[in-house]
């Protein structure tokens, strides 16, 4: 004899309340194992996203980096550009 059956006939002695009581017992593990899957799950796709991130955040760094210099020089040959200009028409 296994114990789940030890234990199905352990309960269904007491009848229907034991009936019951071990419908319960099933369905506490049921849900406790279907929380245990959603929670690996969710860690698995946080692993995965978190690792995503990574990867966009070097490509950030790699691509965005070595054109932010230029863009700013341009940017304050603009403002001159543009301050000679008001200093003309006064």
């Known amino acids: 004899m296994t114990l789940s059956t030890d234990l199905g006939g352990t309960f269904l002695q007491y ?3 034991g009936a019951i009581a071990l419908l319960a017992l099933f369905a506490v593990r049921v849900l406790y ?3 245990d899957e959603d929670r690996a799950y969710h860690r698995q796709r946080a692993d995965r996203l978190e690792d995503e991130l990574r990867a966009l955040n070097a490509a950030m760094r790699e691509q965005y980096i070595k054109v932010i210099g230029p863009a700013t020089e341009a ?3 603009a403002l ?3 301050d000679a200009a008001r200093r003309e028409t006064r």
């Open 33 to 35: 194992n279907r929380a």
């Open 15 to 17: 009848g229907a309340l």
């Open 80 to 82: 001159k550009a543009l």
């Open 75 to 77: 940017i304050a040959d």
